[in-house]
C-alpha cells in the first residue's frame, strides 16, 4: 500500500519508443506530484519529466519533445511515453510520487525499471 510498481521497461533500438507505467494505490488522492526520474551507472540521478495537478507538466531539456508524462487517476497510473528513443536514454527509470499539500511531506518510490536503447 503506497507503493509504487514500475513496469513497461526492455530493450529498443534508437528511435524506437517505448511507455513506462507507475503504479500505486496513492496517485488517485493523495500523490499531487508524480516525476519520473532516470539514472545511470557514474552518473548522478536525472529528473526527466514532472506531472503536478493543475495539470502541468515540465520535461528535462534532453527528452522535451519526446517523452511525455500522463496520469490516469481511475487506473491510479502515471505513464512515461518515450519516443525517438537514444542511446543516451539507457538508464535505470524510477517513478517517484510527492504529497506536497500537507503539512507533512510524503514520497513514494518505485525500485524502478529497465530501459536499454541499442542497435
Known amino acids: 500500500q503506497g507503493e509504487l510498481v514500475e513496469s513497461g521497461g526492455g530493450l529498443v533500438q534508437p528511435g524506437g519508443s517505448l511507455t513506462l507505467s507507475c503504479v500505486g494505490s496513492?496517485?488517485?488522492?493523495?500523490?499531487?506530484?508524480m516525476d519520473w526520474y532516470r539514472q545511470t551507472p557514474g552518473k548522478e540521478r536525472e529528473l526527466v519529466a514532472t506531472w503536478r495537478t493543475g495539470p502541468t507538466t515540465t520535461y528535462a531539456d534532453s527528452v522535451k519533445g519526446r517523452f511525455n508524462i500522463s496520469r490516469d487517476f481511475k487506473k491510479n497510473t502515471v505513464y512515461l511515453q518515450m519516443n525517438d528513443l537514444k542511446s543516451d536514454d539507457t538508464a535505470d527509470y524510477c517513478c517517484?510520487?510527492?504529497?506536497?499539500?500537507?503539512?507533512?511531506?510524503?514520497?513514494?518510490w518505485g525500485q524502478g525499471t529497465q530501459v536499454t536503447v541499442s542497435a
Open positions: 496513492k496517485i488517485a488522492l493523495t500523490l499531487d506530484i
Open positions: 517517484h510520487g510527492a504529497r506536497t499539500w500537507a503539512r507533512e511531506r510524503q514520497e513514494d
